[in-house]
T-cell receptor
Framework: DSGVTQTPKHLITATGQRVTLRCSPR?????VYWYQQSLDQGLQFLIQ???????AKGNILERFSAQQFPDLHSELNLSSLELGDSALYFC????????????????FGPGTRLTVT | AQRVTQPEKLLSVFKGAPVELKCNYS??????LFWYVQYSRQRLQLLLR??SRESIKGFTADLNKGETSFHLKKPFAQEEDSAMYYC???????????FGTGTRLQVFP
């Protein structure tokens, strides 16, 4: 599958714990985006990385952090988890995402469903 | 602040009926607007974007800057159009997408 992949598909953990979600972009894509989809907030942009560097930040909590590695895969770390963090976390990738360009199409992964109990 | 509003959570129509999914946005600059679709058990995918001015699967959407709207239309709905539709906005110079809350389209036979 040359599309965006995300692991794990499902994650169940307890409050106060820390988890790491992983995303591999499409081959050739340099930008990775993280979104959170919850019932009450809808799809919310969290953060974007381009070629290893943070490019844009959205409604990302301080308890959350992300990084993009040299092989371009990305990880989203969620710590001190609360019940309200239960959501679907999507990763998307695009070709570039550079300033001065028209926005590129984003290709989405299947998502990771996080349940905090 | 940028905002995208999709006023309908659910839209139900019969096959062959016209469909219009509403999307309004607030943004002071020149937005880039998109419609994304999520079919059952599939991932979110781009349906169309306003700069392309294309018709995809019979769907069209026109950007109306005066009304700040980007409604998605199809003259004759098909059962396979049943899905979740999200309107999204992006600004020039950034790819981050601001999504509406989505509209579920149900097309009955």
């Amino acid at each position: 599958d040359s599309g965006v992949t995300q692991t794990p598909k499902h994650l169940i953990t307890a409050t106060g714990q820390r988890v790491t979600l992983r995303c591999s972009p499409r081959s050739g894509d340099l930008s990775v985006y993280w979104y959170q989809q919850s019932l009450d907030q809808g799809l919310q942009f969290l953060i974007q990385y381009y070629n290893g560097e943070e490019r844009a930040k959205g409604n990302i909590l301080e308890r959350f952090s992300a990084q993009q590695f040299p092989d371009l895969h990305s990880e989203l770390n969620l710590s001190s988890l609360e019940l309200g963090d239960s959501a679907l976390y999507f990763c998307a990738s695009s070709v570039s995402g550079l300033a001065g360009e028209l926005p590129n199409e984003q290709y989405f992964g299947p998502g990771t469903r996080l349940t905090v109990t | 602040a940028q905002r995208v509003t999709q006023p309908e959570k659910l839209l139900s129509v019969f096959k062959g009926a016209p469909v219009e999914l509403k999307c309004n946005y607030s943004y002071s600059g020149s937005p880039e607007l998109f419609w994304y679709v999520q079919y059952s058990r599939q991932r979110l995918q781009l349906l169309l974007r306003h700069i392309s001015r294309e018709s995809i699967k019979g769907f069209t959407a026109d950007l109306n800057k005066g009304e700040t709207s980007f409604h998605l239309k199809k003259p004759f709905a098909q059962e396979e159009d049943s899905a979740m539709y999200y309107c999204a906005l992006s600004r020039f110079n950034t790819d981050k997408l601001i999504f509406g809350t989505g509209t579920r389209l149900q097309v009955f036979p």
